[in-house]
């Protein structure tokens, strides 16, 4: 029987360690680091979030396509498309924001906007909006703004009514500009704003300058009902004591002084006359109130009726 012949130890050692150094190298190598295992992680994690964020990111910028189109174009088309996808994203109107508003009905003004809470954000034109508001008399001008996710930011700036002008039996609100803003809540502006009344035709062009000239006589605009335009060229002030005064088509302001002076000097306001005439420049012609018939003569009543007008000269 043939005798094995063992390996020395020494050999035998050796090998041992050889192998255990080849198979602690391969270990090594094949093993991914510890930073290769998170950034494994990180991507696995970040394969959802690309893709939101990609669509956002499309959201976005089609958003601001559309925010140019609606300076002067129109793609409905392409908006209800991006309004579905990102009401899918959840944009849709949570949030109504008006700023500005004062005197403009809300619910004529939520009607005008036509954007309602539950509306896809990208699924109205903001052009179309502003222009809606812009045709309510009380608006002077708007801003239209999304602020997404689900915000819609409403700016108004609002048109002051001036003073009420009566035309044909029609009452309208003009502002400093003489322009209608329309017949909404005529009464309840004119009492609670306090606004003064104009008739005629021609009377909103003329009423600022009219007004304006009355400011340093607040004693007689304190009396004051409102203005008849007449002719288009000259005023007719109403006191609230029934009296008129007839201011000339030109130089009203200087007019307006010599009726202050006469107030100041002998309170001519304050006394029952009918007419004051300030056309001339050089005269005030007073009419009185005609005196009650207390059934005296002829004489008496003819007497009466010479005394119906007085002349106050000026030089």
């Known amino acids: 029987?043939?005798?094995?012949?063992?390996?020395?130890?020494?050999?035998?050692?050796?090998?041992?360690?050889?192998?255990?150094?080849?198979?602690?190298?391969?270990?090594?190598?094949?093993?991914?680091?510890?930073?290769?295992?998170?950034?494994?992680?990180?991507?696995?994690?970040?394969?959802?979030?690309?893709?939101?964020?990609?669509?956002?990111?499309?959201?976005?910028?089609?958003?601001?396509?559309?925010?140019?189109?609606?300076?002067?174009?129109?793609?409905?088309?392409?908006?209800?498309?991006?309004?579905g996808i990102g009401s899918v994203m959840g944009l849709n109107v949570r949030n109504i924001i008006i700023d500005g508003r004062e005197n403009t009905p809300e619910p004529l003004l939520r009607h005008a906007l036509g954007v309602m809470i539950g509306q896809p954000m990208l699924g109205f034109s903001l052009n179309d909006a502003r222009g809606r508001l812009l045709s309510l008399g009380w608006v002077a001008d708007a801003v239209v703004e999304r602020r997404l996710p689900d915000t819609l930011v409403v700016r108004l700036i609002e048109r002051a009514p001036f003073a009420v002008w009566q035309d044909h039996g029609q009452f309208r609100l003009i502002d400093r500009n003489g322009e209608t803003m329309g017949e909404q809540d005529v009464g309840r502006a004119s009492q609670e704003l306090d606004l003064p009344l104009v008739v005629g035709p021609g009377a909103p062009e003329a009423t600022t300058e009219l007004f304006d000239e009355m400011k340093p006589y607040p004693d007689i605009r304190s009396r004051m009902v409102g203005a008849v335009r007449v002719g288009q060229e000259r005023w007719n002030l109403v006191l609230k004591s029934g009296a008129t005064?007839?201011?000339?088509?030109?130089?009203?302001?200087?007019?307006?002084?010599?009726?202050?002076?006469?107030?100041?000097?002998?309170?001519?306001?304050?006394?029952?006359?009918?007419?004051?005439?300030?056309?001339?420049?050089?005269?005030?012609?007073?009419?009185?109130?005609?005196?009650?018939?207390?059934?005296?003569?002829?004489?008496?009543?003819?007497?009466?009726?010479?005394?119906?007008?007085?002349t106050n000269k000026h030089p």
């Not at 020494?10 to 950034?39: F, K």
């Not at 002084?257 to 304050?270: N, P, Y």
């Open 245 to 310: 005064v007839m201011l000339p088509g030109e130089d009203q302001d200087a007019a307006l002084g010599r009726l202050q002076a006469l107030q100041t000097r002998m309170q001519l306001l304050d006394r029952p006359v009918k007419v004051v005439d300030l056309r001339l420049a050089d005269r005030v012609v007073v009419r009185p109130e005609p005196a009650p018939d207390t059934g005296a003569s002829g004489k008496d009543a003819s007497k009466s009726g010479n005394d119906a007008g007085t």
């Open 1 to 83: 029987m043939p005798r094995v012949a063992k390996r020395p130890p020494i050999v035998e050692d050796q090998a041992r360690v050889a192998h255990a150094r080849m198979m602690a190298s391969a270990s090594v190598v094949d093993r991914p680091s510890q930073r290769d295992m998170l950034m494994r992680r990180a991507r696995r994690m970040m394969r959802p979030a690309i893709g939101a964020g990609g669509i956002i990111i499309i959201i976005f910028v089609a958003s601001m396509v559309l925010r140019g189109t609606d300076q002067g174009g129109s793609v409905s088309g392409v908006r209800t498309v991006l309004g």
